[in-house]
């Protein structure tokens, strides 16, 4: 059984999830998680970032019991998913790692009032609350996430995008979470509207205590909230370790590439990327050898056959899981564990 | 082809207003907006989800379907008056002088018919091409595009996100028109996709010489790639200069707020502010100025005071604080912009 170390909320070791796809006469696999091992402390707010297919979701639906990993293990305050059987045990674990979704105009049912989704968990995750203590709870709820306890009787097509968004996670709240899955929670939002939910994401676990994975393809905004940036490509993780430090020494040749992809007004343009065009891999009965090779200036020749491992860059213990206690920097990359300096793309 | 003199103007828009007619009263997602597109020119419009963009860069295209209505204003292309135009004058300029790049690829192409069949169907809308003829341009553009050209049998599920978008751009250069609409064409594309679209559009642009139109939600997209760039809000233009310019010294408030949005991964950490409340029901604007509500800077006047164009050093701005300087109406903005075009063809000689 994997080992609880202090301060770790939620532990996965070397999570696999395949896919079967194709007909009965062209079976593959697709493998869209990978071998993937990583912690989440309490209090913490993980950036999961990669490009569309790099298994981001897939993550999220594994830690929220959608899919059953193919291989490997998810750990929670030490007892491993696979052992929840019991209704009350699945309905306690649902309501502490709850999911907040990407698009807040599919999430919600419009014929009800927002107030339905709120009392509904309450009901299901707290049924020890009489009706007042229910509608108090609700209203309470409503002024954390900054919506005002009179929003509670409005019906979804009264509410903004933003609103919406706060409403999902009043829902996540109400179950007294522990750890908030949010896939992508502000990528459908105005630019202006998403400070305010980054700012709430914050103060979640600054007041509230709540861990958070924020699944997101945006860097910049996973920078100005998250403690930790895990970055995915393939299925597998390319690098890990404290946002800041990622971000201004960045390892992997593909967080150099993504870095340097991102559009900033305040800097000169940086046109050094343009001949790669950004095309994700497929990740289907993969070979041996790194998945990013192809689009790698600095790959080698063991980059072919040998598969890299997520090591910590310091030099620790073998795809030891970062945030376990100690704050690694951990890439998995052939060239940069060899100790060379790894300049592929400049941000 | 006779050659008009320089300086030349692809578009001009001038007072156009759009309204939706409802039967609970109309609601006017774009009111008087007037600018105009030089030749060559990359014009950025940016604001957020509501603010009329995408409804304006209809009302040019002339793809609105009821309840949109083009209430006032025209947009002329080439010397004639596109809102008026009949669906037979315009078959004539589409995809031939004007193109247009939707956001969504995938629903933009037709999903039963290979890459290679849609860009036939473009070809000979104008024209009797032979089939050798459809084969050798389609490979072309695919090419232009670094896609390649045995794609053109491929069907669009066949095709990643960023090749479908790379595609619908090849087939708006079938013509080579002069104006290409982008209505968001990146939005669905991860960053690395993104900035090489970027990268290849604004390429193709200096080299064939077309103006481009291109919305977008987040600013710092076209930040370098365009070259003057146009902030709406409820509406209404509320920025317009050269794409530095707002980019270096933003006037109105609101535009100050939207940079000041977006988190960079360079430099400090620095606490971010947004813009607080959300952009405003187009049934129920503010009166006064239609930002006052959300403004930082916000003055007593501004609660009934309507601003106008205000001109600063070029950029026009829609904000009391500098009522001070000249008004601009829609076709003194749409001669600004002919000196701009103007100014820079001199540069560039």
Excluded at chain 1, 50 to 55: C, D, F, L, Q, R
Excluded at chain 2, 132 to 138: E, F, G, K, L, M
Excluded at chain 2, 257 to 270: D, K, T
Excluded at chain 2, 279 to 286: M, Q
Aim: contains cysteine; glycine residues 8%.
């Amino acid at each position: 059984m994997p080992e609880l170390q202090s301060g770790e909320l939620l532990r996965a070791e070397h999570l696999t999830r395949h896919f079967k796809i194709g007909g009965a006469l062209a079976r593959a696999t697709l493998h869209a998680v990978d071998d993937v091992n990583f912690a989440i402390g309490q209090r913490e707010i993980v950036a999961l970032a990669g490009e569309s297919g790099s298994g981001k979701s897939t993550i999220a639906r594994l830690l929220a019991r959608v899919y059953k990993p193919t291989a490997g293990k998810i750990a929670y305050e030490g007892r491993p998913l696979s052992s929840i059987r019991s209704r009350g045990d699945r309905l306690r674990y649902s309501g502490q790692v709850p999911m907040v979704f990407q698009d807040p105009f599919a999430s919600m049912n419009p014929v009800f009032r927002v107030s339905h989704g709120v009392m509904r968990n309450l009901k299901l995750h707290r049924p020890e609350l009489s009706a007042k203590q229910r509608d108090d709870e609700a209203a309470r709820v409503f002024e954390v996430v900054g919506l005002g306890a009179d929003m509670l009787q409005r019906y979804p097509y009264e509410l903004s995008g933003g609103q919406r968004q706060r409403v999902g996670f009043a829902q996540a709240l109400v179950t007294r979470p522990k750890l908030i899955l949010a896939d992508e929670p502000v990528s459908m939002l105005d630019v202006s509207i998403r400070i305010g939910l980054l700012n709430l994401m914050a103060k979640l676990r600054d007041e509230e205590g709540v861990s958070i994975l924020y699944i997101t393809h945006d860097i910049a905004s996973a920078r100005y909230v998250a403690d930790r940036l895990i970055v995915m490509y393939a299925g597998q993780i390319a690098e890990s370790g404290p946002i800041e430090e990622v971000l201004s020494a960045p390892r992997h040749p593909y967080t150099q590439l993504l870095l340097s992809a991102v559009p900033d007004p305040r800097a000169p343009l940086n046109v050094e990327a343009e001949t790669d065009r950004g095309e994700p891999p497929k990740v289907i009965d993969p070979t041996p050898g790194c998945r990013f090779r192809w689009r790698c200036p600095l790959a080698i020749e063991v980059c072919e056959h040998v598969d890299p491992v997520l090591e910590d860059l310091a030099g620790g213990p073998g795809g030891a899981p970062p945030g376990s206690g100690k704050q690694s920097h951990a890439a998995a990359c052939h060239v940069a564990q060899s100790g060379a300096e790894v300049k592929a793309f400049s941000a | 082809m006779s050659n008009p003199p320089v300086p030349e103007r692809v578009l001009g828009v001038s007072g156009l207003s759009v309204e939706y007619v409802l039967d609970r009263g109309s609601v006017r997602a774009v009111d008087d907006v007037s600018f105009a597109v030089g030749n060559g020119e990359f014009l950025g419009i940016v604001g957020e989800s509501g603010c009329g963009k995408s409804t304006l860069l209809f009302a040019i295209a002339h793809l609105l379907a009821p309840p949109a209505l083009v209430t006032a204003g025209s947009v002329s292309f080439a010397g004639m008056n596109l809102v008026t135009m009949t669906d037979k004058q315009l078959s004539a300029i589409r995809w031939r002088d004007v193109s247009v790049v939707m956001q969504s690829a995938m629903n933009a192409l037709n999903p039963v018919k290979s890459i290679g069949a849609q860009f036939a169907d473009v070809l000979r809308a104008h024209g009797k091409p032979s089939r050798a003829d459809i084969r050798s341009r389609s490979a072309e553009v695919l090419r232009m595009v670094g896609i390649d050209p045995a794609h053109l049998r491929s069907y669009p599920h066949q095709l990643s996100g960023g090749m479908r978008q790379r595609a619908m751009i090849a087939m708006a250069m079938l013509f080579t028109p002069e104006l290409v609409i982008m209505d968001e064409p990146t939005s669905a594309l991860d960053v690395v996709a993104q900035r090489s679209l970027m990268v290849q559009i604004k390429e193709l642009q200096e080299q064939y010489g077309f103006a481009v139109i291109f919305v977008t939600h987040d600013m710092s997209l076209v930040s370098h790639f365009s070259d003057r760039l146009m902030v709406m809000y409820a509406g209404q233009v509320s920025e317009l200069g050269p794409t530095r310019a707002v980019f270096d010294a933003p006037r109105h408030p609101y535009t100050q707020g939207l940079l000041e949005a977006f988190p960079s991964i360079r430099g400090p950490r620095v606490p971010l502010k947004g813009i607080p409340g959300s952009p405003p029901n187009l049934a129920v604007i503010p009166n006064g100025c239609r930002f006052h509500p959300r403004c930082p800077q916000v003055m007593d006047r501004c609660k009934e005071q309507v601003p106008e164009l205000y001109d600063v050093n070029g950029t026009l701005v829609r904000c009391l604080l500098y009522d001070d300087r000249p008004v601009r109406t829609g076709a003194a903005e749409a001669r600004t912009a002919e000196k701009a075009t103007a100014d820079k063809s001199v540069a560039d000689a």
